[in-house]
Every structure is written in structure tokens, then in C-alpha cells.
């Protein structure tokens, strides 16, 4: 099998794109800001232990944050100990989640070895410029495979697209429409149709699998399909659901039930891109998406002027929260980046370069 993993960098996040014999498969963002420590599932770090929360939990402080680590290590409140990451923190709806750690052993783990682990026997990485293929050999060492730059096949994978469809949830299928919702309980995929609804629900079930794995979507997931006609059209249903779930990770599945839900339980290790992009909003990008939008949108612009970044107070107030970020894109485009605040910008606002 041929695996390639698309490597689409901007000033404070990697957009990580893997094909698998040329169809895209997953989709990841990895954020790297002033402000916020990359808390990667494996990394270990210092905590200190605070008090019990349950028979197997407790509170732990970190860098940046509040955490849990379970189980309880042998150490007083108060103890600093070595631990490791095994859930990163992820937003809901109107909140975030915190980190989950256990005791470990000190280790090494970093953006390199989150890529081997997540994506072993890589045939290349393919980036937009010379500047990417230099940081990606020393990300990678000597297990980097071949590194191909190519700035059109960026382009064409549009990335941009995949991130606007993880805001809105609504994905086309053949005869209907998929909807993901984020709930603080679980994911919910509502299916629609304007075709006959057996052939509906047997292209829904085919798709779903791919989708929770382009978008890295765990925890507890349900399906409502639209109602079957009878016994036998629910099988096969079900049959085509589990044949398109060979893709996920290890996990748990209910059958298609007589009211056409089924359940699925998957890894949750951190949050899924739509995660990523909400954070706490619902259906809507979050201030931080927004800012990492117009800093993405000046590093694509073309000319050789002075920049001028142009939006509302939020997300001019938190570009200025970036100033490392805001350094690398001054050095990247060779040329002076200013920051203007206008309250009558539409969207995440806009780039003007100067002649």
C-alpha cells in the first residue's frame, strides 16, 4: 500500500494529510502556539499531585494547566512526580475537558514520534517549500522517508475545504446528506435522503467509518438511520457497517437497531478536528481558528509589499498574543506585517498587501 503524508504548514499549525493508495484518510491539525504547550498522547511531563476526585482519580497541575491522572500514584498532595499523556484535552460545547495522565517513566516523545507511531512505513511526505523539507528532516531524523516538494499538490488536496466541512458537519452522499453533531454526551450522525432510503442508509454506512477516521472523531458515537422497511434490510445495514469499520481502530458496536440506531465506542486520545476548529463554539470557528485563518491567508499572499492584516478587535487582540508566530511570518514573507482593527470586518477579516 502506498502511504504519503501530506505535510500543509502555516504560521502556528501543521495540517497532517495521509492517502493511502491516493485516498485521503485522515486529516489532523497540530497547533503550535506562543501561548500553549503541544500536549501530544505519549509525552511525558512533571505534575504535581493535588487532591482526589473518586477511588481511582486526582487532580494534577501541569504547565499549562489542570489535569487528572488515574490511578492514584503512592505519592502525597503536593508531590511532583513523572507522568504521561494518554488523553490530551479536547472542547465541548460550552466547555473543555481536561487532560487525563498515569505515572511513567521519563522518555523522549515528541512531534517525530507522534508521526512514526501514528504513521509507520510512509513511502514520502510531500510540503510546499524548501523551508518545510528542512524542518521535517530534523522532526524526523534518520527515519525520515523521502521528502518530495511539490506547493501544486498542497493546493490541489485543499485542506481548506476538509476544515470548512468539519465546522458545518454536513457531508453529500449518494442520495442524502450526513450530519455530525457534537454533543457533551456523544457524536451524533443524523442521515438524510431524497433517494430511496435503503440505498440511503447502505451508502451512509459505508461512509460514516472513513469520516470518523479523516476526522479523527472518538468517544461514544451514535447513527440514526433513516427507518427500514424490515428485518432483512437492517442486516444488511449492518453488515455494510461493519465491513466499512475495518478502517477504525479497535472499538465497540452495537447493531442496527429496530429504530435504525446503532452505537459505536471509539479511542479517544484528543480531540478530532472538529474539536480543533469549535473548541468550545458550536458549529462556528473559534477565535483561535479564525486568527490561524488570516495568519495562513497572509503567508499564502503573493507580492513583494508590506503586509497589512485587517479584522475585528478579537482576533486582532489575540494575533498580538502570537508575537513569535507573527516573527515567523515576517521572516517568511520578507516584508513588514502590521495588525489593524476594524469592527466592521466580515468573517476572520482579510489581507491587503501593499505595492
Known amino acids: 500500500m502506498k502511504r504519503v503524508l501530506l505535510w500543509d504548514a502555516a504560521p502556528g499549525e501543521i495540517r497532517l494529510m495521509l492517502y493511502e493508495n491516493d485516498k485521503l484518510v485522515e486529516l489532523r491539525l497540530l497547533r503550535l502556539l506562543d501561548d500553549a504547550q503541544l500536549l501530544l498522547p505519549g509525552v511525558t511531563t512533571q505534575v504535581r499531585l493535588g487532591a482526589k476526585i473518586g477511588a481511582r482519580r486526582a487532580l494534577v497541575e501541569y504547565g499549562s494547566g489542570e489535569g487528572e491522572i488515574s490511578p492514584i500514584p503512592d505519592y502525597s498532595e503536593g508531590s511532583w512526580l513523572t507522568a504521561e499523556l494518554i488523553r490530551a484535552p479536547f472542547p465541548e460545547p460550552g466547555r473543555w475537558k481536561r487532560p487525563v495522565f498515569r505515572q511513567a ?48 499538490v498542497i493546493g490541489d488536496a485543499q485542506s481548506d475545504i476538509w476544515c470548512e466541512r468539519g465546522i458545518t458537519g454536513e457531508f453529500v452522499i449518494e442520495g442524502g446528506l450526513l450530519s455530525i453533531e457534537r454533543t457533551r454526551a456523544m457524536t451524533m450522525i443524523d442521515i438524510d435522503g431524497f433517494g430511496a432510503a435503503h440505498a440511503v442508509n447502505l451508502a451512509a454506512a459505508r461512509a460514516i467509518p472513513w469520516l470518523l477516521r479523516l476526522y479523527g472523531i472518538g468517544g461514544q458515537v451514535g447513527i440514526d438511520f433513516l427507518a427500514s422497511v424490515n428485518k432483512a434490510e437492517r442486516a444488511e445495514i449492518d453488515a455494510a457497517l461493519a465491513n466499512a469499520c475495518a478502517v477504525l481502530p479497535p472499538h465497540e458496536r ?102
Not at 126 to 139: D, F, K, Q
Not at 281 to 289: D, H, R, Y
Not at 296 to 321: H, Y
Request: hydrophobic share 35%.
Open 254 to 355: 452495537t447493531a442496527v437497531s429496530g429504530f435504525g440506531f446503532a452505537q459505536l465506542v471509539l479511542p479517544r486520545p484528543g480531540p478530532s478536528v472538529f474539536e480543533t476548529l469549535c473548541g468550545t463554539e458550536w458549529k462556528a470557528p473559534s477565535l483561535e481558528t479564525e486568527a490561524l485563518w488570516l495568519l495562513r491567508d497572509a503567508a499564502r499572499s503573493q507580492g513583494t509589499g508590506k503586509r497589512e492584516l485587517v479584522a475585528t478587535t478579537d482576533i486582532i487582540a489575540q494575533i498580538e498574543r502570537w508575537p513569535v508566530l507573527l516573527a515567523e511570518l515576517r521572516t517568511s514573507l520578507g516584508c513588514d506585517v502590521t495588525l489593524r482593527c476594524d469592527s466592521s470586518q466580515n468573517g476572520y477579516g482579510h489581507v491587503h498587501v501593499s505595492q
Open 105 to 152: 517513566e521519563a522518555r523522549e516523545f515528541g512531534l517525530g514520534n507522534y508521526i512514526q507511531t501514528h504513521w509507520p512505513d510512509l513511502n514520502a511526505v510531500v510540503c510546499a517549500g524548501p523551508t518545510e523539507a528542512v524542518r521535517i528532516h530534523s522532526i524526523l531524523g534518520n527515519t525520515c522517508p523521502e521528502v518530495q516538494i511539490d506547493k501544486s
